[in-house]
């Protein structure tokens, strides 16, 4: 299993509010690495949605925001569309395994 | 607007040499502004970073292929290579290569991906 576990799963109806969460550890999260998160469609590569915990590349919308405490973080989707549908995964560095590792990825479904 | 494209031996057997090529576009890997890294999905293990390459040499592996896996940078033909030796049909997977994001640092994330190639290790 992976070092940074996510839920396999999570679904909403258009216009809701899901939240994506990504659950660490003393080595990783908790150090203070910052976490990252893609959207990958599927047949397709991962696309960085957020980098640095925070921040949204350009053509990324606000609708998709992200936040870290302790050793976790979570991606917060609001407004949600029928093409956010994907996988979502979390991404961070562990300094115990001296690797940049990713979560096991959840898949949104919306309603 | 930088694209990565990988190629390379689709199918592989068992106990040979895995050799990808990802050409880069848009932007020169020589230029020592970025670092480059190789990354593989497989279902059942998900996503796992395998490699990184830095100001023309400088190599983090990651440790659990570090025997086995090695890259390198074409300047002249502006690619990156990925070798990975002695593969079992646990190395089948979809191999990426991407950029690295930010500076240097345990930071980074990886931005953008090229499509990915599917390698299948069988005899």
Redesign the interface.
Same mark, same amino acid.
């Given at each position: 299993q992976?070092v940074l576990t996510q839920p396999p799963s999570v679904s909403g109806a258009p216009g809701q509010r899901v939240i994506i969460s990504c659950t660490g550890s003393s080595t990783n999260i908790g150090t203070g690495?910052?976490v990252?998160w =893609?959207q990958q469609f599927p047949g397709?590569? /991962?696309?960085?949605l957020i =980098?640095?915990n925070t921040n949204r /590349?350009s053509g990324v919308p606000d609708r998709f925001s992200g936040s870290k405490s302790g050793t976790s973080a979570s991606l917060a989707i609001t407004g949600l569309q029928a093409d956010d549908e994907a996988d979502y =995964?979390c991404?961070s560095?562990d &300094?115990d395994? &001296? $690797?940049? $590792?990713?979560?096991?990825?959840t898949r949104l479904t919306v309603l | 607007q930088l694209q990565l494209q990988e190629s390379g031996s689709g199918l592989v057997k068992p106990s040979q040499t895995l050799s990808l090529t990802c050409a880069v576009s848009g932007g020169s890997i020589s230029s020592g502004d970025y670092a480059w890294s190789w990354i593989r999905q497989t279902p059942g293990k998900g996503l796992e970073w395998l490699v990184y390459i830095y100001q023309s040499g400088s190599v983090y592996y990651n440790p659990s292929l570090k025997s086995r896996v090695s890259i390198s940078e074409d300047t002249s033909k502006n690619h990156l290579s990925l070798r990975l030796r002695s593969v079992t049909a646990a190395d089948t997977a979809v191999y990426y290569c991407a950029r690295v994001g930010g500076n240097v640092t345990a930071n980074n994330w990886f931005d953008p991906w090229g499509p990915g190639t599917q390698v299948t290790v069988s005899s």
């Open positions: 992976s690495y910052d990252h =893609y397709t590569a /991962p696309k960085v =980098y640095g /590349p =995964y991404q560095y &300094n395994l &001296n $690797i940049w $590792i990713f979560g096991g990825g | -």
